[in-house]
């Protein structure tokens, strides 16, 4: 019998760094920014440092982990840098990361998957220019999973979509009489406002701006209006009342005249918003979900009954079980279940219903790498 003999692109050790970006990679939240992680080898195998991305605007995993290596006063010069995805090659809110490994000495860099991004992409070619070993193709599938519903919104050129339900443990986000705040306990609140902070936009139906009159700002414990302000959006064919308390006045407002959330989506992408949270209320919430618009699911579960008022959602047109929708638990960003105070937070993502590839790799991994 002929012994095959299997010659792979990756060592074990770089492998085995993967496995550690990767699941670096979960502790970060998800929204404008796809999830990375990065670990830093040194030629012994040994791993120094790990880093990932805390979200938009934060230094990149590969500048976290170049920054620890500084702090830790560790040389990179000589060793290889795992990432689960391209590295940058842009100055966005934060410097190419692509200088900061050449800076930093790395001469080899392995990564899973190419950055779609227009504007970040291009990294491998330009540390190649620098002399840096690039090779890519790593783990790819497990990185292209990870952040799955990322890629779909980057091919589609639309923001990516966080659905919140505040509700109870019969599915209701309002009493009968149209009460609902709240519903969720106070660490639920705050966990909510700390959401309102990381996003661009947050999205509400005209019914709601009537019934609740929302402000919609991110605020702290006392009240105050703290951190970073998302566009507040109002969708739905009515006009928002002159003196709706979203309106606010910073002029931070935006009226969506659809009630198509797809159009929703295009009018906020040209507003440059690359990250909608949207908040209710029920059929503002099953619209998105009909439309499989829904990259992320945050429901926060109040121990609670009801046992009448406003159903979360009030259809999706299912009407046989075969036609469910499924989701997967997600573990990033504090993990599937949280317990805030009394209640529990649910984090979910959609599990697949199309087969979609993004383009794994732009280059080939070096020839001498790959084969059998
Ligand atoms: N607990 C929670 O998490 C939350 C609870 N709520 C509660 O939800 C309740 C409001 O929910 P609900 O009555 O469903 O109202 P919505 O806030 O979902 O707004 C519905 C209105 O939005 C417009 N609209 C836009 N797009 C669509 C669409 N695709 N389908 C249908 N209507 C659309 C329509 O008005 P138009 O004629 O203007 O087009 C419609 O009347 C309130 O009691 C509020 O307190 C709200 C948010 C969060
Ligand atoms: N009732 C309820 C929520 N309600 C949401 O919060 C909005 C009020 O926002 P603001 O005016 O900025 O405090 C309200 O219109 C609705 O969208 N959210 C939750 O996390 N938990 C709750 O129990």
Known sequence: MNRIEIVTAFSAVETAAMD????????????ANPLVGAVVIDAAGRQLVTGYHRGAGTPHAEADAI????????????????ITLEPCDHSGRTGPCTQAIIRAGITD?????????????????????????VRSGLAAGESFELNRQWFLGVAAQRPFVTLHIAQTLDSRIAAEDGTSQWISSPESLADNHGLRRRIDAILVGTQTVLVDNPRLTARDASGATAGKQPLRAVMGLRDIPADAA?????????????????????????????????????????SFLAAGLVDELIVYLAPTLLGSGTPALNGLGITTLADARHWDWDPSD??????????LRLHLRPEPTEA????LSRTAAEPAMGGY
Do not use: K, W
């Open 67 to 82: 920054t620890q290596a500084e702090a830790a006063g560790l040389d990179l010069s000589g060793c290889t840098m795992v």
């Open 109 to 133: 860099v392995v990564y899973a998957v190419d950055d779609p991004h227009d504007p970040a992409a291009g990294g491998a070619a330009t540390l190649r220019r620098a002399g840096v070993q």
């Open 20 to 31: 550690a970006a990767l699941e670096a990679a979960l502790q970060g939240p998800r929204g």
């Open 246 to 286: 979203v309106r606010g006045d910073d002029g931070n407002v935006l009226h969506l005249p659809t009630r198509d959330p797809r159009e929703a989506l295009s009018l906020l992408y040209a507003e440059g918003v690359r990250h909608v949270m949207v908040e209710g209320g029920s059929r503002i919430l099953s």
């Open 334 to 343: 504090g993990g599937a279940v949280l317990t805030l105070g009394r209640d």
């Open 356 to 359: 979609f590839e993004p383009h």
